[in-house]
């Protein structure tokens, strides 16, 4: 357990990122598919995409992320996360969502947020699982101002909803320490 626990602990936030990452990038996407592999969805609808930004497509993505906010975010920010060795940009495929609606109609409603948990639980995974690696990462919501922006970057087809993206990177600087919580606040336990 202590393992788990120390896997949870250990994922921060963290923005100060750069490009020297401590693995290759063949050891960061054979584990982010074998993530992807692991991670649950309902009725192993498959409904999570990832696409991994790397090298210059990483820069590019970035320059065009800014460009499509028409100078409404700023430069320095968006430098930021250009900054890290690459981002992962996390969907769910709406045509997957729509077949199951169809074939299961008795839980048609629930597909969507289904998808949304998968995806959860994905992003969580793969960014403990890049922590683990020794690399740092962040999560940023962009979406859905560079959604057309990113489909088209990427040449992606339109069922796919991006949801995040997770530059990740080098550890450039330690995020500040958690502040302690009462999770008993938020945890009943009932017996």
Excluded: C
């Excluded at 584990?31 to 592999?37: G, M, P, T």
């Excluded at 100078?71 to 900054?83: H, L, T």
């Excluded at 994905?122 to 962009?142: D, E, K, P």
């Amino acid at each position: 357990m202590d393992a788990i626990y120390s896997g949870l602990a250990d994922r921060r936030s963290i923005y100060a990122l750069g490009k020297d990452i401590p693995v290759s990038d063949d050891e960061v996407t054979a584990a982010i598919r074998r993530v992807a592999e692991l991670v649950p969805d309902a009725f192993n609808m498959k409904s999570q995409r990832v696409v991994v930004a790397l090298g210059e497509k990483q820069d590019a993505l970035w320059d065009a992320i800014y460009d499509a906010f028409g100078g409404k975010v700023a430069r320095e920010k968006i430098d930021g996360f250009k900054a890290a060795h690459g981002t992962v940009l996390y969907f769910y495929d709406n045509a997957v969502i729509s077949t199951m609606q169809e074939n299961v109609p008795a839980y048609a409603s629930n597909f969507p947020v289904w998808a949304l948990q998968s995806n959860g639980m994905l992003q969580f995974s793969v960014w403990t699982t890049l922590r683990a690696m020794g690399i740092g990462a962040n999560l940023q919501h962009y979406n859905p101002v560079i959604d057309d922006t990113v489909k088209e970057f990427f040449d992606l087809p339109d069922t796919y909803v991006l949801l995040a993206q997770m530059p990740f990177g080098s550890i450039e600087a330690q995020p500040d320490p958690k502040p302690a919580e009462d999770v008993d606040a938020r945890v009943v336990i009932a017996r």
